[in-house]
């Protein structure tokens, strides 16, 4: 993906929303998240090509109670098989316990900030998955909030990644809880793990797919099956 084409997005973006809409001051705002929180989600994509990718199941762990050095995991599972992506403060592994295969990655960006979708567009509201949600547009990213307290995302749309995949997560649950000690320690097996470099990607990019920068490499490598045998994020 290269930044001229994320630009023609952005810019088709605005001009669209000037075009059609004159937002109120009274509009909701989404979120902020809990600075520490555990969520349970379906996702599912599709290709450039148009072809979809099937789905997948996430738990994800996130704590941005310290905000210089934010902590992030999912777990990935597709087909009976787990792979996790730990992000701490910018330093990423990609790993499976199945068979103790890691990868390390610096990315130029942490995890998204408990209030990233602030600034969008207000949209009104639509029904997800039985829930009443408000709907928000930031960047071609389409978040929904339940409407009645307690708040809680009810669905994540994202329009592509560097290979062109649009994804879409509908949480299950979503909690604020203290993690326990452990869930965002790295595996012994992480430490000696090959570095991935990273491919052509942008802040913005990262931000929104923060796992996509590993792909390139780890496919053409073959890393990419051994520490992600899920197929979920190389
Ligand atoms: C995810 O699945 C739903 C239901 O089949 C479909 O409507 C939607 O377009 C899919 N989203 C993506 C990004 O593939």
Redo the contacts with the bound molecule.
């Keep these: 993906m290269t930044s001229g084409l994320l630009l023609a997005f952005l810019v088709l973006l605005s001009l669209h929303v000037a075009s059609c809409r004159v937002f109120a001051a009274e509009d909701p705002i989404p979120g902020p998240w809990p600075d520490s929180f555990f969520a349970t989600l379906a996702r599912?994509?599709?290709k450039a090509d148009g072809a979809?990718t099937g789905t997948d199941v996430q738990a994800k762990y996130y704590d941005y109670s310290n905000r210089n050095a934010p902590l992030y995991r999912q777990d990935c599972s597709k087909n009976g098989i787990t792979s996790t992506f730990l992000l701490l403060g910018k330093e990423g592994y990609i790993f499976t316990k199945a068979s103790e295969a890691c990868v390390h990655v610096t990315l130029p960006v942490a995890v998204v900030k408990p209030e990233w979708m602030q600034g969008g567009e207000y949209q009104g509201t639509e029904v997800v998955n039985n829930v009443p949600s408000n709907l928000w547009i930031k960047a071609d990213h389409r978040y929904y909030e339940s409407v009645t307290a307690p708040k809680r995302p009810t669905r994540v749309?994202t329009p592509f990644d560097q290979l062109g995949t649009?994804?879409?997560e509908d949480y299950g649950t979503f909690t604020e809880v203290q993690h326990t000690p452990g869930t965002f320690d790295i595996p012994a097996y992480c430490p000696a793990a090959p570095a991935l470099l990273l491919l052509d990607t942008t802040p913005e990019l990262a931000a929104r797919g923060a796992l996509s920068v590993a792909r390139g490499l780890g496919a053409t490598g073959g890393v990419g099956r051994a520490v992600d045998p899920a197929g979920c994020f190389i």
Excluded: C, I, V
Aim: aromatic share 12%; glycine share 12%; charged share 0%.
């Design positions: 599912n994509g599709t979809p749309f649009a994804h879409q």
